[in-house]
């Protein structure tokens, strides 16, 4: 069993700063890709920013510059550093993890999410 919980989430003003974290537990072998995405009212959930075993990231043209994902392989997390956020921003922020539970399976984990809410 894996468990992922996304924390760090709450109220910023427009132009303010937060940073998510993301924490995987349970039987984990290794983690590869590991992802944020967000669902804004009335909208489709997107991808905002992902990160590789190998530290590749990629991110959303609308978060480019402002948004900054890492991870700690060794703590099973991953992060998001948000500065300058937008009222456009405000959704809820989903954490996934790529988990192999052997060396051959492995199986795509999602977390709870956590809200963001920029206010202008």
């Known amino acids: 069993q894996v468990q992922v919980v996304e924390s760090g989430g709450g109220l910023v003003q427009f132009g303010g700063s937060l940073r998510l974290s993301c924490a995987a537990s349970?039987?984990?072998?290794?983690?590869?890709?590991m992802t944020w995405h967000r669902q804004a009212p009335g909208k489709q959930r997107e991808l905002v920013a992902a990160?590789?075993?190998?530290?590749?990231?990629t991110y959303a043209d609308s978060v480019k510059g402002r948004f900054t994902i890492s991870r700690d392989d060794d703590r099973h997390m991953v992060y998001l550093q948000m500065n300058s956020l937008k009222s456009e921003d405000t959704a809820v922020y989903y954490c996934?993890?790529?988990?192999?539970?052997?060396?051959?399976?492995?199986?795509?984990?999602w977390g709870q999410g956590t809200r963001v809410t920029v206010s202008s």
């Open positions: 349970g039987s984990i072998f290794r983690i590869n890709d």
């Open positions: 990160i590789t075993r190998g530290g590749t990231t």
């Open positions: 996934s993890a790529d988990v192999l539970f052997t060396a051959l399976q492995h199986a795509n984990y």
